[in-house]
């Protein structure tokens, strides 16, 4: 896990990743991070802009933006995916916050499986407000069963195999990956005050002895029945320890 560097502009720090988010944000000294749900999805363009008021209107600059969670239509090819992501960066570069392949910005970015957005879509946003005696906060980044890569070689763990037995291995592999983010932010299982599943397979088989027993369910998980949002991947989790969140 790569060593997290600190974004001064924003007031987080983030977990080196890949071109399209980084592994994870937590809020520098002085700052904490609120998240904003929007009450219905919202195409991604609008959804900028949309930020943008409301980072504007709570004093912030637009590289407070530490985090988006995005819904798309159906899962990409590898190819797909890094095209969307070359749109994707895009408004992040004009706001000062992409620069020379490093986004700070955690993400996660799945697939409603019934009723997707015609388009992608912000499903809600953190960013960082200025907070006297803040509290230690932090997102996650949504991560699924694969070793990330630059999208052209991704290897994914037990490719095709939703037994019971497969998406235990696959949940493992991700509940690690979640640990080793928030380690190296910092945090642990009992710091977070929220943690979400996407997939549309049966958890119950493996809930208690793997996601419940870990710690990893202590204010409850949401299931979101979505798929990851790359092809053949079929479990995904993020989690983060957030103290304001709002419906807008």
Known sequence: MAKPVDFTPGGYRFIPAVFQYSAGVAALPGHEIQRITFRTLVPLREGFRRIEQILTAAGRPVTALCACELRSPAPFT????????E???????????????SNPVARSNVCPEINPPAEP???????????????PSFVNSGSGEAIEGDGKDTKIIRPGDTSPDG???????????????????GFHWPDVTAAQVYTVYNLYPFLADEIVRRGAAGPGLTWHFCRPPIIDIDYEMDCRSVWVEKVI
């Not at 590898?78 to 992501?85: D, E, L, P, S, Y």
């Not at 998406?167 to 932010?185: F, H, I, N, Q």
Request: aromatic content about 16%; charged content about 25%; glycine content about 8%.
């Open 167 to 185: 998406l235990r291995v696959k949940a493992r592999y991700v509940l690690d990956t979640m640990e080793s983010r928030m380690a190296a932010l």
């Open 78 to 85: 590898q190819q797909g995916f890094r095209a969307f992501n």
């Open 121 to 135: 879509s912000f499903h809600a946003f953190s960013f960082t407000t200025k907070v006297k005696g803040a509290r």
């Open 87 to 101: 749109i994707y960066v895009v408004t992040l570069e004009k706001w000062g916050i992409y620069k020379g392949g």
